[in-house]
DNA sequence: GTGGTCTAGACCACC
DNA sequence: GTGGTCTAGACCACC
């Protein structure tokens, strides 16, 4: 059972798939799993069944997934799958992280100094 | 003359907060710098005048600007004004971009690392 | 049901900030009581709902009220707010007259022997 | 030279009339003076010169001018008149704050308490 | 139904 | 010209 917090930042159906996404980067899914039906899982986010019927064909489109007729959406079956999935999401972040920081004017030591310091911070507490 | 690229992720109002403050962290404008009037940044940002002065009083509100009746509105006098807002914002930046790394798995170690391994691709181009 | 007269001394968003505060000074609102939606209450003023909203809005920042979307607004919890306020407006009105009564020529001994001399001729009557 | 600030609580020309009181009272002003002519006080003012004849009209109704052809407008002679005008404006000041106290749920007591208090402190700065 | 945002546009005071 | 207030009304998200 997944849990969804939706914004508006990003069309809901894209929302959809970065849950789908961190589950499998975190082992709450793994390559095999079968997801909720459409219709569950519409209900489950109560969200319009045509939203998740978006996400499950852009996430088959994506290699993600793979419909067997009559049988459900599975998380495909490839042990590299999860790897793949998790570099891109964490070099998303990283990409998109540096290039705010950069645009408030901190160059990469900067950059990795704020960071540490933040942590440092924290680990104090 | 300040630019803005609206998307939906935030009322427009806000993300016109955060152009004044990225160009008073960048040096775009300075402590005592007259913002455009309401109308003329209105126009300039193809918004409803109404939309730009709900901007203006929240800013003047967090003591970013101060307005002078029948003058204008200027961003707010005081040499730690630009270090403050900066500060805030490089901190929201970081504090956000952990969370994130941490949904996906990664400990402090980790992050760093990510980071530091995106600088160094980058940096070999 | 709370009633208002507008003047126009004041921003009819202001004196709606007014109507609340006396309510909760006098018993009539407390703490935790539900105000009218920003509709109803626009409609029982004859005033436009955005001005409503602006008043709600500005009480919301000076920590009179919470709002919990979709369900309403609120007069905040805290024992203490009641008094605060109270405190506030009696202030103010002391203040302001000590020195309108100043600005008539009336020192200290006077200004008492004026207010007693009122509430005499009131208590024979 | 009598200096006005005009807000918007009360039409300009009543204002106009309580500047022309207050003066009497404060002793700027005497029984007897030549008040300026409605030109020279409307520039002096900043304000519409029909203004300015409306309080003039409103004074001379009042009893507290007079005009004599070609040669201007005068604060009426009598010994009173001063006396009068003070106690009709003190008058009305401590009525208004009473009234307002009392809304507020401030009994006779309680009123006097609060301006004694005020005074007090102030005294103590 | 609730509040939140935004537009379009009027009218005002102050400069 | 500048900001401040207000109206009328649309559209949205959340309940």
Known sequence: ????????????????????????????????????????????????????????????????TETLRGQGTFIKQGDKLVDLIKGEMLDDLVSAFIVEMRSLGCDDLKIIAHIEHKLELEGER
Not at 22 to 29: C, D
Not at 51 to 62: G, H, I, K, N, S
Request: hydrophobic letters at 40%; charged letters at 20%; aromatic letters at 6%.
């Open 1 to 64: 059972m997944l849990k969804v917090e939706f914004d508006n930042s990003q069309p809901i159906y894209a929302q959809i798939i970065t849950v789908v996404k961190k589950a499998l980067v975190l082992g709450t899914l793994s390559p095999g799993d079968k997801l909720p039906s459409q219709r569950d899982f519409a209900a489950q986010l109560k969200v319009n069944p045509n939203t998740v019927q978006r996400a499950y064909r852009d996430m088959e489109q994506l290699g993600l």
